[in-house]
C-alpha cells in the first residue's frame, strides 16, 4: 500500500510538471488498476500455489504474463476509448509504475521462497 501511495505521488508529480495530454487525466485510474492487478495477482499467487500443490514460481510467471497483457489491453483501452489522445510520457509513467510493482513482488516473493527453504532444510 505504502508503494502504491508513493507511485501515486509521483506520477502526480510529473503530471503537475509536464502537463501533457492524458498525463492528469487517468492519474487515479491507473494507479489504482495497477494496484489492484498485482495484489489480486500476488494472493492468488499465494493461494493456488498452497491449494493446489503447484510451485509458486510456475504460477507466479503465469500470472506476470497475464498482468502484461492486462497492462497493455488498459492502455489500449484508454487510447480508443478516451476523449484525450496518450502522450509517450503517460505511457512511461504507467510503465515505470508496471515494472516497479513487478520488481517489488519478484523481492517479495523470492523472500517467501528463501523462508520456506530454510523451514524445510
Do not use: N
Not at 509521483?10 to 488498476?33: N, R
Not at 495497477?34 to 495484489?39: K, M, N, S, W
Not at 509458486?56 to 484508454?78: E, M, N, R, T
Not at 508496471?98 to 530454510?118: G, M, N, R
Amino acid at each position: 500500500m505504502i508503494l502504491g501511495g508513493l507511485l501515486l505521488v509521483g506520477h502526480s508529480f510529473f503530471a503537475e510538471q509536464f502537463p501533457e495530454k492524458g498525463l492528469e487525466e487517468y492519474l487515479v485510474i491507473s494507479q489504482v488498476f495497477l494496484f489492484l492487478l498485482f495484489l489480486k495477482g500476488h494472493l492468488l499467487t499465494i493461494f493456488l500455489s498452497k491449494k493446489f500443490d503447484i510451485y509458486l514460481g510456475q504460477v507466479f510467471l503465469g500470472f506476470s504474463v497475464s498482468k502484461f497483457i492486462l497492462a497493455g489491453l488498459f492502455i489500449l483501452y484508454l487510447k480508443r476509448m478516451g476523449d484525450l489522445p496518450l502522450s509517450k510520457s503517460y505511457v512511461l509513467i504507467f510503465m515505470f509504475s508496471y515494472f516497479t510493482y513487478l520488481i517489488t513482488e519478484v523481492f517479495i516473493l523470492l523472500d517467501k521462497l528463501k523462508k520456506a527453504d530454510e523451514l524445510s532444510s
